[in-house]
């Protein structure tokens, strides 16, 4: 065991998990192992030092500096086996071989398997270990040597200058660290091999090409190409392309000569004198030959080379009549060069002609409409031409003309753009990116086609014009005829909310409101500035909400429509009061004051100074929502105010005198808006949401009993605003009927005012009556009519309830300013709570309970 092994005694038998401690803490604590490499690899560090590694691939690691590497974790640790994990032997106390965990791999094994001790650091004492593990601890310090060697390897790899002593763990995290630098070369090599894949490809291509070229070059000029072309390497065949491409110099010469012919200056015929020269010294020696002479200043004063035989000289017709052949040939085929030129450019005309017919034109990834004027509108956007130039191209500036596709080919034109130069390239589809003013100049024919794209419907217009592409040293001219589709905005889920209002006139009443809506369309509409729109109420179909009088206008100041959620706030609705639509205005704000959601109809913009603008807009249906919770916040029956009551002057009544009394329930009115409002001429009935029938027993000294059968339907009382209501909570309005609702002051949610008395009706009770004149006395009238109220409040206990819910219906006068209007409300859940005096009813000398009540149960 040397320095490892402990007593077996000495070893705690059981331990808990949390004293495991990975191998390496073992290792260090074990006898100590020299640092240092040894000579061999100091001497393959020098010789790997040379080598040609960029430093940048793997990040130099210098010792004692923490690269964020954490020791191994700590081993999990084994459930209760039954075998050893080792020798397989049987563990536990019946089979009398002790179950023991290594404290460094975690495992269970025998006693046989473990006889071995490892000291810990930070732990205290010897601890088991199994012998696999001490084996693996004994080959730590070869390790730790070699692990030590491959770091400085690396590190000289790195393009360090020398070798340092690294401890275990400081060599294992360099070479963790290393490995991310290594693997991004590796990425950048194959990179790199597939690009070179690619020029190698690319160089064959060219050597194919340029041996194809050489072919054709030989075959012009009817000659055989050389042997071994087709084996040639690039090198060689671009060397026999260029020596094929040289010509002889007599054609060239033959080409000048017969261009200075007909040329007749001096220069001319000593060019001719400097040509004809060694033509003359080749027919001497023909001469020669058949007994002529020739003599070369005649030849040169006739123009060209003579011949003399025996004193007669005479021209050198053939030689002329070759050069005047040449010279045919030449001029031919400079006008066979020219119509070849023409005709490859009316077919490239033709065929760019077809390709731009046949392809169609559309909006790139949005269309932008802002800056709108009396004249024109800014337009943003990109043209996408679905076709790829065989060749690069340039398409300057030009004007194209617009009119919509309804219209028909020969409608009106509506305006115009112009369309800036545009660079095309080869094989890539055409784009042109479009930052440009469209003038309008049929202001009728645009207002028509911008009204369709506003209220959704589908719109094209069609482009005209004529276009210059420039290619290949030539200009081509081509006609533009296209249809583009113009994506329609609709004002999907447009609403209004936070109705507020702003202040209040004779004939008009100012609000506050914030819109929203939701557009799927790609096309943006920019700020347009401030519009006006015409409302109407939408109870009535769209081809009849043109004759229903206007409620209002709605002015929003920055109009704006986006792809998505649009929110266009501080916009203002003016309600407007006539003659003609005062009983409109009425009932919009009943149902909004009531928290009712209403539809209204917008039409526009009206008054606007961009003509095309104006009424594009046809019948859009717009969302109010209500009031929240309504105007009427809650109703209380209390046994005070409800059956005792209080006269005119604020004094409890006493009905044996028969003073005039004022009985009803507390009215809680709500005001959510930043303006007073002003209630006047109250008059609401309370229905219930459920039927009231009943019967009751009414008991009086114990003695005298009445039993009366009722049914009430769902009408439980109605309410009117009286003087003498505020008589018991401030004397100075002892007269006044009129309910002062006050304004949420900044910063607060709601201010709320109570009406401490809106009375029980004074006239004759309804036909839901019995017909009794009274009831024990009571003035209210029979039994039914002055238990209603206390058998609705039973009523709703024997729900496991302690309020109602009700129907509020009426009318009443709202004054906001110098604006008054009456209004009809209908406000549905309102709360009726009652107190526990109203449970225990009195009528007279009589008394009844809840349990006095028996109620029928509805269908």
């Known amino acids: 065991r040397g320095s490892l092994a402990q007593p077996q005694g000495s070893h705690p038998r ?5 004293d495991v401690e990975p191998m390496a803490a073992a290792a260090e604590s074990m006898t100590a192992v020299p640092e240092s490499p040894p000579r061999r690899y100091r001497r393959a560090c020098d010789d790997l030092a040379a080598l040609p590694l960029s430093a940048a691939a793997v990040s130099v690691y210098s010792p004692g500096v923490d690269r964020g590497m954490s020791a191994a974790s700590t081993p999990s640790w084994e459930e209760n086996a039954s075998n050893c994990s080792i020798c397989g032997a049987r563990l536990g106390k019946r089979h009398l071989t002790p ?21 810990l650091s930070g732990q205290h004492g010897p601890r088991r270990a199994c012998t696999e593990c001490v084996t693996d601890i004994q080959k730590t310090a070869e390790m730790k040597g070699r692990i030590g060697t491959l770091a400085n390897r690396l590190r000289v790899l790195a393009g360090a200058s020398s070798c340092v002593d690294l401890s275990f763990e400081e060599s294992v995290i360099f070479c963790e660290n290393a490995l991310e630098p290594v693997e991004q070369e590796k990425e950048k090599f194959k990179l790199s091999r597939s690009r070179l894949e690619d020029l190698e ?38 060397r026999l392309c260029e020596e094929a491409l040289g010509s002889p110099e007599v054609p060239r010469r033959s ?35 058949t007994g002529s002479a020739t003599t070369g200043s005649e030849s040169a004063g006739a123009g060209w080379c003579c011949f003399r035989s025996q004193g007669s000289s005479r021209w050198p017709w053939r030689r ?60 943003q956007t990109e043209l996408v031409l679905p076709i790829s130039a065989p060749v690069s191209a340039r398409m300057p500036a030009f004007r194209a003309s617009l009119r919509s596709a309804h219209a028909g080919a020969g409608g009106p034109l509506f305006g115009w753009l112009t369309v800036p130069e545009t660079r095309i390239e080869a094989d890539v589809m055409s784009k042109i990116v479009l930052d440009t003013y469209l003038h309008i100049t049929d202001a009728g024919a645009f207002a028509k086609s911008f009204a369709r794209i506003l209220q959704g419907e589908s719109e094209e217009w069609e482009i005209t014009g004529t276009l210059l592409v420039y290619s290949m040293g030539q200009y081509m001219s081509l006609s533009l005829c296209k249809n583009l589709s113009v994506p329609a905005v609709f004002l999907d889920s447009l609403r209004a909310d936070g109705v507020d209002f702003a202040h209040g006139k004779e004939s008009e009443l100012a609000t506050r409101l914030d819109l929203s809506f939701f557009s799927l369309s790609v096309l943006k509409l920019g700020d347009l500035g401030p519009l006006t729109f015409e409302v109407r109420l939408g109870d009535r179909p769209l081809e009849q909400a043109g004759a229903t009088p206007r409620i209002g206008r709605l002015t929003v100041p920055s109009f704006a429509v986006a792809l998505g959620v649009n929110s266009l706030r501080n916009a203002s609705f003016v309600l407007e009061k006539d003659s003609a639509s005062e009983a409109l205005v009425s009932a919009f704000l009943g149902r909004w004051l009531s928290g009712q959601d209403q539809q209204l109809l917008v039409s526009g913009p009206v008054g606007s100074t961009i003509p095309f603008l104006e009424r594009a807009l046809q019948g859009q249906p717009m969302l109010v929502a ?28 006493n009905h044996l005198v028969g003073s005039h009394c004022l009985q009803g329930p507390i009215v809680t009115f709500q005001n959510k808006l930043h303006h007073v409002m002003t209630l006047r001429d109250v008059s609401l009935d309370v229905d219930l949401m459920e039927e009231l029938a009943y019967d009751v027993t009414l008991r009086s000294l114990r003695l005298l009993r009445r039993t009366s059968s009722c049914n009430r339907g769902r009408s439980l009382m109605r309410l009117r605003s009286l003087p003498g209501m505020w008589a018991q909570v401030n004397a100075s309005r002892a007269l006044d009927e009129s309910v002062l609702v006050p304004a949420v002051q900044m910063g607060s949610e709601r201010r709320e005012t109570v009406l401490t008395a809106a009375f029980l009706a004074k006239e004759a009770p309804p036909e839901f009556l019995t017909g009794e004149s009274s009831c024990f006395g009571d003035p209210r009238g029979d039994c039914c009519f002055a238990s209603a109220v206390s058998a609705a409040a039973c009523l709703a206990l024997s729900r496991d309830h302690l309020i109602a819910r009700s129907t509020l219906k009426g009318n ?25 005096d109203v449970r225990r009813l009195r009528v007279g000398a009589a008394t009844a309970s809840c349990r006095d009540f028996v109620f029928a149960i509805s269908g």
């Open 812 to 836: 009443l006068t709202l004054e906001v300013g110098t604006f008054n209007t009456t209004i009809s409300v209908e406000q549905q859940g309102v709360p009726i709570g009652f107190t526990d």
């Open 99 to 119: 179950r023991h965990h290594c404290r460094l791999c975690g495992r269970c094994v025998c006693s046989g398997c473990s006889p071995s001790s490892v000291h």
């Open 255 to 289: 080409l000048v000569v017969s261009s200075l012919w007909s040329i007749d200056t001096g220069a001319a015929r000593e060019a001719r004198q400097s040509i004809a020269e060694p033509l003359h010294g080749r027919e001497s020696e023909n001469c020669a030959a």
């Open 320 to 379: 002329c009549a070759s050069l005047m052949v040449c010279f045919v040939i030449t001029v031919a085929a400079a006008v066979a060069s020219t119509l070849v030129v023409l005709h490859f450019c009316s077919r490239s005309m033709g065929i760019s002609q077809h390709m731009l017919d046949s392809a169609p034109l559309s909006f790139g990834d949005g269309l932008t409409m802002s800056e709108p004027t009396a004249t024109g509108l800014r337009l």
């Open 14 to 18: 059981h331990g808990a998990p949390g």
């Open 626 to 653: 209500g009031l929240s919770n309504g105007l009427v916040k809650s109703v209380e029956m209390n046994g005070f105010h409800t059956f005792l009551g209080h006269d005119r002057q604020g004094n409890p009544c």
């Open 201 to 238: 490809r690319q160089l064959a291509d060219a050597r194919a090409a340029c041996i194809r070229l050489c072919q054709r070059i030989y075959a012009s000029r009817r000659s055989s190409p050389p042997a071994g072309l087709q084996t040639a390497s690039l090198d060689e065949a671009l």
